[in-house]
């Protein structure tokens, strides 16, 4: 356990961006001795004349000196110990970098998001609507409701998100629209880290525990969009900038033209190709209309299609699939069955198709496990 300073003190002379200095360095050096200090800026800047490190350095030269050497890199802070890495931005409170319990995961979602904890062993869940245009400030709220009823204030808040995420503190884009361009201070507010992921990373890491003995894990997800993450030789598959696993937005070729796996397989292209709403569309599943079974077969066939491409691309021991829509009737049946047509025997007969271990909480789960580790995509 590393007890950290009261407060970081914010340095007006130095680059817009800010930086951050510890305060009392000297009283805390021993215990972050055991821990890793980067402290990073855009370019090397300099104190102010009126701006000594107060209490640390007592001249105005040696405290030139001490923020040339600390500013030469980002304005960030990383703790690393033995188990642990946490991120730690604004914060002007005692905070002790320890392991954390008590988290909370959030799932946001397309259509609905659910909000987990767990205290004293029990489930704490909660289930509210969402939408394509459904405003910061209701999701903000919804969560900060479920928060408030807890018998604890959370140690952080992991958070799953539709679309781009960069590193683990900003939305680059999402088809929740106003979360586009939203940073983890807004629904953190300085009371508790807060950490963004790709909700199909999220997933990811919530499953990869159950094949510590498997070198590459798919996990595909088949909700209202489809997507994919791919685990494989102990690291993440993020890409350049961290946005791959975008299997929803590959295009298949049909007979109407070009068209997106989301929007021949995935919930929302799904609804979109029925002309209804969900309730409506589960009513017709509960009849088996004929028009309804055969639009979720050949929904199911194109995504068994995507389902052979990941086969040939990746070479999986496992894929894992979750997400609402892979629950349909028929959908996934056909779905195998395409895959089995389309893949090489060899590599479909070595590749475990299975269902997620918890489909309703992989997500969250997920968002909590990213929070209370620290773990680095």
Request: charged content about 20%.
């Amino acid at each position: 356990m590393v007890l950290l300073p009261e407060r970081f003190t914010l340095l007006q002379g130095l680059t817009p961006s800010a930086s951050l200095i510890i305060s009392n360095l000297s009283h805390y050096l021993h215990p972050l001795l055991n821990c890793l200090i980067i402290i990073n800026t855009q370019r090397p800047g300099e104190c102010q004349q009126d701006y000594p490190l107060e209490g640390l350095i007592p001249g105005k030269e040696e405290a030139r000196t001490y923020i040339r050497f600390f500013t030469y890199f980002y304005v960030l802070i990383t703790v690393r110990t033995r188990y642990n890495t946490y991120r730690i931005h604004h914060y002007d409170q005692f905070q002790e970098v320890s392991s954390m319990e008590r988290v909370v995961g959030v799932d946001i979602g397309c259509t609905k998001m659910y909000l987990y904890a767990q205290v004293d062993g029990q489930h704490v869940e909660k289930k509210v609507p969402t939408g394509l245009d459904c405003p910061r400030e209701r999701l903000k709220h919804d969560i900060d409701t479920f928060i408030d009823a807890l018998p604890f204030v959370p140690d952080g808040l992991g958070m799953a998100v539709p679309g781009l995420v960069e590193g683990d503190y900003r939305v680059k884009l999402s088809d929740i629209g106003s979360l586009s361009g939203i940073s983890t201070d807004y629904f953190g507010e300085g009371r508790f880290p807060v950490r963004f992921i790709n909700d199909v990373k999220s997933a990811t890491v919530a499953e990869t525990v159950h094949y510590r003995d498997k070198d590459t894990i798919a996990v595909i997800m088949a909700g209202s969009g489809i997507a994919i993450g791919v685990y494989s030789k102990e690291r993440m598959f993020t890409g350049a900038h961290g946005f791959a696993g975008e299997l929803g937005y590959c295009i298949t070729q049909t007979e109407h033209g070009p068209k997106t796996l989301d929007s021949l397989a995935g919930g929302i292209g799904i609804l979109t190709q029925a002309s209804c709403g969900i309730d409506e569309f589960l009513g017709r599943i509960t009849r088996e209309e004929p028009d309804t079974m055969e639009l979720l077969a050949q929904a199911g066939h194109h995504f068994g299609l995507a389902l052979t491409n990941v086969i040939h691309l990746f070479n999986p021991d496992v894929i894992v699939i979750g997400g609402s829509t892979a629950t349909y009737p028929g959908y996934m049946e056909h779905a195998l069955a395409t895959a089995q047509k389309h893949t090489i025997p060899e590599m479909f007969k070595n590749c475990l198709i299975a269902k997620a271990r918890d489909n309703k909480r992989i997500v969250a789960l997920g968002a909590m496990e990213y929070i209370r580790s620290g773990m680095q995509l």
